[in-house]
């Protein structure tokens, strides 16, 4: 993965300013990201020197499901992609970017369930132990979107 050399906020600022944003994005284009999810992933497993198949187990995806995640043939939901970081063991700055890589909304304190899971990462729970906090306070658990256990 290539390095930005620019921060996001200077990024940020030139693109407020421009009065084209083709030329931007041809001037800015190795500042910006550009790469698929599932290559992400696959660079992560790479970094981590993990197996997609030690990730999937580890999160808690159905195995089929997380392949093709990792495949590119699927697109996962945010919650999907929070399992990846747990099956990662990714903390909560590595989470905010597998999310942003996944075009997903980053974790946000102010909400009780990412406050929650927020906690577990940077304490390196395991999933199943967020789970537990998460069915205390009666939340929805993770991958299981929507659903009250």
Known sequence: MNESKMTTKELLQKLFKTTSVKRFIKRHRGDMLDLSFHTYLKEQCAKRKVSPAYVIEKSGIERTFGHHIFGGRKNPSRDKVLQLAFGFEMNYGETQELLKFARKSTLYPKIMRDAVIIQGLERKLKL????????ELNMPLIGREGRYE
């Open 128 to 135: 199943d132990v967020v789970q537990a906090a998460l069915a």
